[in-house]
């Protein structure tokens, strides 16, 4: 029987195989050899060896975007498994009702990030403007300046996200050996010490997928960054220049690059350039991680 399966074996891989190549790997081989070259259409492309990276990276819009991408990544990275985790901690107490609230804590991970973006473009131009009115006499908008405009998304980000994360470490915590807890409780161990000492370090792998999850989806940002702010915001002087994209995150910026201004081969190289930045960053975390459960 198991020679049989091992000999049909390629037979049933093959349409999902040949799904792949032609879905991913054949554009991105394109997609790559396309960065170098100056095209409309994929007919009429003409090499320019390194010319559109050497235009992306003089190009202060662009560098302002990778810049503020990485700091977003690292503040949600950060904001994301905090919120997660204690939510979690939380959820996995005995506490009445706690369904009802795993339901509420994930229900913005249900909203598209479009409509989510607009929902809290309301709150923060609205009703967030005459809280602040009221209060203060200042009617200026939270999303009017660029820094609290940056800091809007990522309070958006957050409240949509948590709710994700936090339901993959309940199924973490959930699956802690009750017989170890007991032991911790019968050595008179507090909470915190049981926190620490025995929970963290048994859900290790549980932490390295939501960090991984976290790194990815705050890189690809781009649909609360679009419907929330469309990456207005004003820079005075950045590499000499004035900006006006303050809140343009990175693949919003490769969006309007290649559609709105319809520079297609710019768009391409910083996309491959996107595509090795975050590579890069996911091999080095998911390394970095492994090796940290290893010494839990």
């Known amino acids: 029987m198991e020679k049989a399966i091992k000999r049909y074996l390629p037979i049933f891989v093959l349409p999902t195989l040949a799904a792949f190549i032609i879905g991913f790997i054949a554009p991105f081989i394109m997609g790559v050899g396309l960065s170098f070259c100056e095209f409309t259409t994929v007919k009429d492309a003409k090499f320019v060896g390194i010319s559109n990276y050497v235009s992306m990276f ?22 994301v498994n905090l919120v997660g985790f204690l939510l979690a901690l939380l959820c996995t107490s005995k506490l009445k009702g ?39 006499g200042n009617q200026n908008s939270v999303l009017s300046t660029t820094k609290t405009a940056f800091m809007a998304i990522i309070i958006v980000y957050v409240w949509q996200y948590a709710g994700y994360i936090m339901l993959i470490y309940i ?5 802690v050996p009750k017989d170890v807890l ?32 976290t790194l990815t989806s705050a890189f690809k940002q781009f649909d609360v960054n679009m419907a929330l702010t469309n990456g207005t915001g004003s820079v005075a002087d950045f590499m000499g220049q004035y900006l006006t ?7 919003l910026n490769i969006y309007n690059t290649a559609i709105s201004k319809n520079s297609y081969a710019l768009g391409q190289a910083k996309a491959v350039f996107f595509f090795v930045i975050l590579a890069c960053v996911s091999l080095i975390q998911v390394r970095i991680s492994n090796k940290k459960e290893v010494e839990m």
């Open 182 to 213: 007991e032991a911790s409780q019968i050595d008179g161990d507090s909470r915190i010490a049981t926190l620490f000492k025995i929970k963290i370090p048994m859900i290790a792998s549980t932490i390295t997928i939501c960090t991984f999850l």
């Open 58 to 79: 003089k190009e202060p819009g662009f560098v302002w975007s990778t810049l503020i991408t990485i700091l977003f990544v690292v503040f949600n990275m950060i904001l």
């Open 171 to 175: 199924t973490g915590l959930t699956q």
């Open 98 to 136: 706690i369904g009802f609230f795993r339901a509420s804590y994930f229900l913005p991970n249900l909203i598209g990030g479009i409509v989510l973006g607009y929902i809290w473009q309301f709150v923060f131009n609205n009703v967030l403007t005459q809280i602040t009115m009221k209060l203060t």
């Open 245 to 251: 994209n303050g809140t343009q995150m990175l693949a």
